[in-house]
């Protein structure tokens, strides 16, 4: 039989810790755990848990990618929260709270220029906008239409704001209204939902957004209904495999993520390729809804939620992403 090392051309290594970068193929024995384990390619995605947030909660925002994350605002089940904290892919460090402490907003661009809009304050509905900069947040223009449960796309200087609802009952102030960004102001654009509603995730840029899910009037009042945007309208595409509200997204129009959601609660996960969805066989390892996402649809990134409220973190590695794997014999 050949050696390891003749196929490979690499020796195993033996370690105290999992090495911080390996390459794809390497292996290495750990000798801490007393484990022998490789670098290989997934044939299907999965969720790993990671080191919890600081601050317990739901109705929270995201943004940025998986090892550079942003976590923001949200509801810790008794109030409402500005507490924003950053994740470098390891653990999360609390930063300068929201100006405006709200649940059940918007968000969206990096962990270094990120942009918080909309929500509930605790009083009322809100349009606040706000800017971060990598270390404290500053106010900018409001939203046009304040509006509570609605989604958002895009960057700091290129965003976008859709759907949500303004006042009670619900049905009177149901939104399909679409509103963008510039970096300093709010401009409400022609384009509207086809399918007004709240609860609905949104990801994607200013001209090629994307929303699924959501609550709307009608039967059902729940539904899987996905549309894109490109810049100026809306257009109805195919539905997601599951009918739910409350999700987690992460990604781009063309190759989205979205995870967790309700009624009930549940932690399934599907992906986009611009054209359908398709289910993952592998949900959260924590069911829930009203969590915040942020990453791309191979290396995504879920936080928060409820119920209960959490500070549960997980980490997404798509199908055909290297994981590290433990090698066992049969």
Not at 16 to 27: L, V
Not at 71 to 82: L, M, R
Not at 184 to 190: A, E, I, L, Y
Not at 209 to 221: D, E, I, M
């Given at each position: 039989?050949?050696?390891?090392?003749?196929?490979?051309?690499?020796?195993?290594?033996?370690?105290?810790?999992?090495?911080?970068?390996?390459?794809?193929?390497?292996?290495?024995?750990?000798?801490?755990?007393?484990?022998?384990?490789?670098?290989?390619?997934?044939?299907?995605?999965?969720?790993?848990?990671?080191?919890?947030?600081?601050?317990?909660?739901?109705?929270?925002?995201?943004?940025?990618?998986?090892?550079?994350?942003?976590?923001?605002?949200?509801?810790?089940?008794?109030?409402?929260?500005?507490?924003?904290?950053?994740?470098?892919?390891?653990?999360?460090?609390?930063?300068?709270?929201?100006?405006?402490?709200?649940?059940?907003?918007?968000?969206c661009g990096t962990q270094t220029a990120a942009l918080a809009f909309g929500g509930y304050d605790g009083a009322s509905f809100t349009g606040a906008t706000e800017e971060y900069?990598?270390?404290?947040?500053?106010?900018?223009n409001p939203l046009n239409t304040a509006r509570y449960l609605l989604a958002g796309a895009g960057t700091q200087t290129a965003a976008l704001a859709f759907g949500g609802y303004?006042?009670?009952?619900?049905?009177?102030?149901?939104?399909?209204?679409?509103?963008?960004?510039?970096?300093?102001?709010?401009?409400?654009?022609?384009?509207?939902?086809?399918?007004?509603?709240?609860?609905?995730?949104?990801?994607?840029?200013?001209?090629?957004?994307?929303?699924?899910?959501?609550?709307?009037?009608?039967?059902?009042?729940?539904?899987?209904?996905?549309?894109?945007?490109?810049?100026?309208?809306?257009?109805?595409?195919?539905?997601?495999?599951?009918?739910?509200?409350?999700?987690?997204?992460?990604?781009?129009?063309?190759?989205?993520?979205?995870?967790?959601?309700?009624?009930?609660?549940?932690?399934?996960?599907?992906?986009?390729?611009?054209?359908?969805?398709?289910?993952?066989?592998?949900?959260?390892?924590?069911?829930?809804?009203?969590?915040?996402?942020?990453?791309?649809?191979?290396?995504?990134?879920?936080?928060?939620?409820?119920?209960?409220?959490?500070?549960?973190?997980?980490?997404?590695?798509?199908?055909?992403?290297?994981?590290?794997?433990?090698?066992?014999?049969?």
């Amino acid at each position: 039989m050949a050696d390891y090392i003749n196929i490979r051309g690499q020796s195993i290594e033996v370690v105290a810790s999992d090495p911080a970068n390996p390459t794809q193929g390497q292996i290495w024995y750990n000798s801490t755990s007393n484990t022998l384990k490789g670098l290989g390619v997934s044939s299907a995605g999965a969720w790993a848990t990671g080191n919890n947030m600081n601050t317990a909660r739901s109705g929270l925002v995201g943004a940025g990618i998986q090892t550079a994350a942003l976590a923001a605002g949200g509801y810790t089940g008794t109030a409402d929260t500005g507490a924003t904290e950053e994740y470098d892919g390891i653990s999360w460090t609390n930063s300068n709270n929201l100006n405006t402490a709200r649940r059940a907003f918007a968000g969206c661009g990096t962990q270094t220029a990120a942009l918080a809009f909309g929500g509930y304050d605790g009083a009322s509905f809100t349009g606040a906008t706000e800017e971060y900069d990598g270390n404290s947040w500053t106010s900018s223009n409001p939203l046009n239409t304040a509006r509570y449960l609605l989604a958002g796309a895009g960057t700091q200087t290129a965003a976008l704001a859709f759907g949500g609802y303004t006042s009670l009952p619900i049905p009177t102030g149901l939104q399909s209204a679409t509103e963008e960004y510039d970096g300093n102001s709010w401009t409400t654009s022609p384009g509207s939902l086809n399918t007004a509603r709240y609860g609905l995730a949104g990801t994607g840029t200013q001209t090629a957004g994307l929303t699924f899910g959501g609550y709307r009037v009608g039967a059902p009042a729940i539904t899987n209904a996905t549309e894109e945007y490109n810049g100026a309208t809306w257009t109805s595409v195919n539905a997601m495999n599951t009918t739910t509200h409350y999700r987690g997204a992460a990604g781009i129009q063309t190759a989205a993520l979205a995870f967790g959601g309700t009624p009930p609660v549940i932690g399934a996960t599907e992906e986009y390729d611009g054209t359908s969805w398709a289910n993952n066989p592998t949900g959260l390892n924590t069911a829930r809804a009203e969590l915040g996402g942020a990453g791309t649809q191979t290396a995504a990134l879920g936080f928060g939620g409820t119920p209960p409220t959490t500070a549960a973190t997980e980490e997404w590695n798509g199908a055909g992403s290297p994981q590290t794997k433990t090698i066992t014999v049969s």
